[in-house]
């Protein structure tokens, strides 16, 4: 069973468990992917910078970056050390990482939207000028050529655009497809065990969804940043994920946990797969 565990970039999120559960599991003969993401560091680069990071509303709800070119430099920059450091992380632990962003081999890829619809002030308007995108296609042969050859994949945004340029990306859809790509499990690490039905209280927390009625629920409870974990769920599952865990980064084990169902696991059957 491939394993795909999306490394949240939340300033909560210690990795450190996950990468040491990382090397276990590729010591006991499972593949693992890993995809990480940095949102955070991105804001603070830019606030080191005198840059005021950019989040638009969409017209149904979401909120976003909006990444101009100025800011896409800094995301490239940011991303890149943050996926050396845990290339270099893992290969303290005696596993053989290989770093990857989107371009590379173009292991992920879609087309750009430079312009975005946004509610601003109660009113709908178009914005131009971004530099994101989503991701259409995974270069799941490359992975699975070095996973074949005894490498561990690091994976991260941006992802190459068709026009020939690299634009930015949600790393949660971004673990998603490449999960979807590979019929893996992703364990999605944040710094939350789960879904709450109230975000106060982790003893409401969902443990399994299984039915679309119970998806429904999950839709529902899920609020803020976690709304994204879900929409990255069911696009993972709906592309051939064959399970979600939505767990805690900072558990001790965190992924070993989150397989053995500590945290909110996802079901193809949520989405009325067979």
Known sequence: MTVVVKIGGARAVDPEGALSDIGSLIEAGEPVVVVHGGSTAVDETLERLDIEPDYVETPSGVVGRFTDAETMDVFKMVFGKLNVDLVTQLQTMGVNAVGLSGPDGQVLSGTRKSAVRVLEDGKRKIRRGDHSGTIESVNDDLLE??????????????????????????????????????????????????????????????????????????????????GRKVMAAEEALQSGATAVIIADANAEKPIHRALDGDGTTIRPSALGEP
């Open 145 to 226: 050529l070095l996973i074949e050859a005894g490498y561990t994949p690091v994976v991260t945004v941006p992802m190459y655009a068709a026009e020939g340029t690299a634009v930015n990306s949600d790393a949660d859809r971004a673990a998603a497809a490449v999960a979807g790509a590979l019929g893996a499990t992703l364990v999605e690490l944040t710094d939350v065990s789960g879904v709450y039905r109230d975000p106060d209280d982790s003893a409401t927390r969902i443990e399994t969804v299984e039915s679309p009625a119970e998806f429904d629920d999950l839709e529902a409870a899920a609020e803020g940043f976690m």
